[in-house]
């Protein structure tokens, strides 16, 4: 019997193993989950989304191009501040996009995390 | 009628104004300003002048504005946050009753400038900034190091962390002035349609119920994105105060 387990007990361990990822993750990031809470009612309209998410990755870009265009004009230092400090924006719109879409979809995160963690087992 | 849609965001002078070589003129732009902030100030030392223990209908409106921003920002930067509470309450308050007074017809929309949408979010940001270090000192800058990242990697992670902070204001003036744009031009191409359409004779006419629908559509969702806004604006300023609090990740 202790071979096979009846799925009844199976999907309540299974519940209480995810009720405890679920407190342990939210231990551990106490930001995003606090973050999180506002913003789904926003994620419900897939615009606002969407004006949300191009707007930092262009601020980004536009904050690195200007820095670099700044850092040449007084320094005179060439084309190379403006072509390091657009790939550096780029990178920071990617981090942008990033923290703001994770914020977005946490439980999207916890499906993703608890299905790894059950493949690991 | 040909109508321009860009139009309505003209800026036009009410009263010249020249100080020295500046000039400080009157516009229809500080005119709405002046209209918003009369208009909150007005409502809300109205509705609860009468501090009912029972709340009316106005007073029960007051409080759960107050509610809601108060209940935002704890959330998000906890009770210290609360210090911020008369400037994200302000913030909310002016973003929200100006784009809601933009959806009168022939009213001007100020939040569609990127001028004073930039305004707001340098203030948000300069607070930001001011406080983090006025609080934490020189640890302010831990917000630029996030944890476990190796040593050789600091700097490039360090600077890319800077141009994150730095698009900030950006992204949040960018996103306000341009919703409240876009939403406006559309609005008015679509009515646009209809008039033209219109002129054609019957074909015409039955083919203007489609942008007249569209318009009708259009209005119904502007009004979602004038709270919505005024709302992202908010809880981004609250999340922005709570690094300026706790600036380690």
Excluded at chain 1, 51 to 56: D, N, P, Q, Y
Excluded at chain 2, 200 to 223: C, K, M, N, S, Y
Aim: charged share 15%; with cysteine; aromatic share 12%.
């Amino acid at each position: 019997m202790s071979e096979k387990p009846d799925p009844k007990t199976d999907d309540a361990a299974l519940a209480a193993r995810n009720a405890a990822l679920r407190e342990k993750l939210s231990a551990r990031s106490p930001q995003i989950t606090e973050d999180a809470g506002p913003d789904t009612s926003t994620a419900k309209s897939g615009i606002a989304q969407a004006w949300r998410l191009s707007s930092e990755f262009v601020a980004g870009v536009l904050v690195g191009t200007g820095l670099g265009w700044a850092i040449d004009w007084f320094f005179g230092t060439g084309p190379w501040g403006l072509i390091i400090f657009v790939l550096l924006g780029f990178a920071a719109a990617v981090v942008n996009v990033m923290r703001a879409s994770g914020q977005m979809a946490p439980s999207r995160l916890h499906i993703h995390q608890t299905k790894d963690e059950d493949r690991a087992e | 009628m040909a109508s321009n849609p860009i139009d309505q965001f003209k800026i036009s002078k009410i009263l010249d104004l020249q100080v020295g070589s500046f000039d400080f003129s009157f516009t229809n732009s500080a005119l709405f300003m002046v209209v918003t902030v009369a208009t909150t100030a007005a409502f809300l030392i109205l509705t609860t002048s009468g501090r009912g223990l029972i709340p009316g209908k106005l007073q029960s409106l007051s409080e759960i504005l107050y509610e809601f921003v108060a209940n935002m920002l704890r959330d998000a930067a906890g009770a210290e946050g609360m210090k911020f509470f008369p400037l994200v309450f302000s913030l909310f308050t002016f973003i929200l009753v100006a784009n809601l007074f933009g959806m009168f017809p022939y009213f001007f929309t100020f939040t569609s400038h990127i001028v004073v949408t930039a305004a707001l979010a340098f203030l948000v940001i300069g607070t930001v900034i001011v406080y983090g270090f006025y609080k934490n000192g020189i640890g302010f800058l831990k917000l630029f190091v996030p944890d476990g990242v190796p040593v050789a990697l600091l700097p490039i992670v360090g600077l890319i962390e800077v141009i994150s902070f730095l698009s900030r204001p950006i992204s949040l003036s960018v996103r306000l002035f341009a919703n409240m744009l876009a939403g406006h031009i559309t609005l008015k191409v679509f009515a646009g349609f209809v008039t033209s359409l219109s002129s054609l004779g019957f074909l015409g006419i039955v083919g203007a119920a489609l942008p007249l629908a569209f318009t009708v559509a259009l209005t119904g969702l502007e009004f979602l994105v004038a709270f919505l806004q005024a709302y992202v604006f908010a809880i981004l300023t609250c999340m922005y105060i709570n690094d300026a609090i706790h600036p380690s990740h």
